[in-house]
C-alpha cells in the first residue's frame, strides 16, 4: 500500500509510483495532486480530497459513471465520497480511482516516457494508468496523445543540458569541462559502451578477460566468477557454461582446487564467448518481442529479441540459471514451462502488456493453455501464464 508525504513532485512521484497497484484511495488522490490543488504549503491531506472529490463532481464525463455507481451489481462505486472503479488485472482485483479530466493530460504525459524505454506504445500507456487510476474515455485519450507525441530532437536536448546546468548552478556544483564529453553517440558507462539504442561491453574489460590466467585457488575463481557473471546478459546458456566451476566453489571443495578436464574447457569456452560478447540493443516496447526458451536437465537459458523495420532480428538480453538439485529431478515440461515462467518474470519491466511470441523446441509446451495440465505445479503455472 503506498505512503506518500505530502509534499511529493507529482511528475516523479507517479513516474515512481504508476506501476504498482494500490488499494489505498487517499494514496491514489495524493499521487496527483498538484501544488495548486494544495494551495502552497498550507492546504492539508483533507482539504486535498475535497478539492478532489469536487473535480470529480463538477466533471460532464463523469456523470454516467456516478449514475453507475449509485446502483449496485457493477464495477463502479462511491467509497467515502469518492468514485472509484474496480477491475480484474491479471487475476488481481485492482481498485482504481476515476480520474476527473483537469487530471488525466499530467497522468498520460507521465506514463507515456520511462528513462529505460522511451515513449510507449498505446497498450503499455494504459496498462500502466489502469493499476491506479481509470476514466470511461481512456482507450480513446490514450490514443490522441500518443498519435500526438513526437520524439524528443537535438533542440530538446539543448533544452536538458541547459536545465542541468541552471540546476547546478543553483545549488552550488561545479564541473571539470576537461573531463566532460557532450552530444556523443557512445558512452563508457560502469564497463559497457552505451548509446544509440546499443550496449555492449567495453573493449578495455574484454582485454583484461583475454590475458587471465587459470584460478589455482577457490578465491581466485570466485573473482574470475564474478567478473564474468557481471557481462552474464551477453552470453548465452551462461550458467550452463560454468557450471563445472560453479561446483568447485562447494564447501566440500578444497582451496587448492582439483583442476578437471571439464573445469578446463569450461574455463576456456567462457573466456572465448566473454571475448566475443554480441551487442546487445535497446528495447522498443511498441513493437512485439520474441522469447527464446530452451531448459536442459542442469540450467535454463533464454533469449529476448525483437526484429527492426526491414525483418533483421537482433537481441536484446540473455538470461540463464542453474536449476537446484529438486528442479533438476523435474519432468521435462515442467522444466521446460518453468523456464518460461522465469523468461516473463526476469524481463516483466519490458514485455509487460506487450506482444509477446515464445519460441521453444519443445512441443508439448503448446498444450499447457489449451487443455488442462496435469499436476497442481503445472496448473498454477498455467494460470500465472
Request: glycine share 4%.
Amino acid at each position: 500500500m503506498h505512503k506518500f508525504e505530502s509534499k511529493l513532485d507529482c511528475y516523479d512521484t507517479v513516474k515512481e509510483e504508476l506501476e504498482v497497484p494500490s488499494m489505498d484511495i487517499e494514496a491514489s488522490i495524493e499521487l496527483i495532486a498538484t501544488e495548486s490543488d494544495r494551495d502552497g504549503s498550507t492546504q492539508d491531506s483533507e482539504e486535498t480530497r475535497t478539492s478532489f472529490i469536487e473535480s470529480q463532481m463538477s466533471d460532464p464525463t463523469l456523470s454516467d459513471a456516478w449514475e453507475m455507481a449509485r446502483t449496485e451489481g457493477n464495477a463502479y462505486a462511491i467509497k467515502d465520497g469518492v468514485l472509484t472503479h474496480t477491475e480484474n488485472i491479471c487475476g488481481e482485483e485492482v481498485k482504481q480511482v476515476v480520474l476527473p479530466k483537469c487530471k488525466r493530460d499530467k497522468v498520460l504525459g507521465v506514463a507515456h516516457e520511462i528513462p529505460s524505454a522511451g515513449h510507449l506504445g498505446e497498450q503499455r500507456t494504459k496498462q500502466r494508468i489502469k493499476y491506479t487510476f481509470l476514466w470511461p474515455e481512456i482507450k480513446k485519450d490514450d490514443r490522441e496523445f500518443c498519435q500526438t507525441c513526437k520524439p524528443q530532437s537535438w533542440s530538446d536536448h539543448l533544452l536538458h543540458v541547459d536545465s542541468v546546468f541552471r540546476k547546478w548552478r543553483e545549488v552550488g556544483l561545479t564541473v571539470n569541462l576537461e573531463k566532460c564529453a557532450f552530444g556523443q553517440n557512445q558512452v563508457k558507462f560502469l564497463g559497457h559502451i552505451v548509446g544509440s539504442g546499443q550496449h555492449s561491453s567495453d573493449p578495455e574489460k574484454t582485454e583484461v578477460l583475454r590475458n587471465l590466467s587459470r584460478p589455482s585457488t577457490e578465491k581466485e575463481l570466485r573473482s574470475f566468477l564474478g567478473l564474468a557473471s557481471y557481462y552474464r546478459d551477453y552470453i548465452p546458456n551462461f550458467s550452463e557454461i560454468v557450471l563445472p566451476l560453479t561446483d568447485l566453489t562447494r564447501r566440500k571443495v578444497s582451496n587448492i582446487l582439483p583442476w578437471s578436464i571439464e573445469a578446463e574447457e569450461a574455463f576456456v569456452k567462457i573466456k572465448d564467448e566473454l571475448i566475443r560478447m554480441p551487442t546487445l540493443h535497446t528495447p522498443d516496447v511498441s513493437r512485439p518481442f520474441r522469447l527464446y526458451t530452451d531448459a536442459s536437465a542442469t540450467a535454463i537459458g533464454v533469449c529476448l529479441a525483437q526484429h527492426d523495420d526491414v525483418g533483421k532480428e537482433f537481441p536484446i538480453a540473455f538470461c540463464s540459471k542453474k536449476l537446484t538439485p529438486t528442479q533438476m529431478k523435474w519432468s521435462t515440461i515442467e522444466r521446460e514451462a518453468f523456464c518460461v515462467l522465469e523468461a516473463l518474470k526476469k524481463f516483466d519491466t519490458w514485455v509487460f502488456g506487450g506482444k509477446i511470441q515464445v519460441v521453444s523446441d519443445y512441443n508439448p509446451l503448446t498444450h499447457l493453455t489449451s487443455s488442462a495440465p496435469h499436476g497442481a505445479k503445472l496448473s498454477r503455472w498455467t494460470l500465472a501464464l
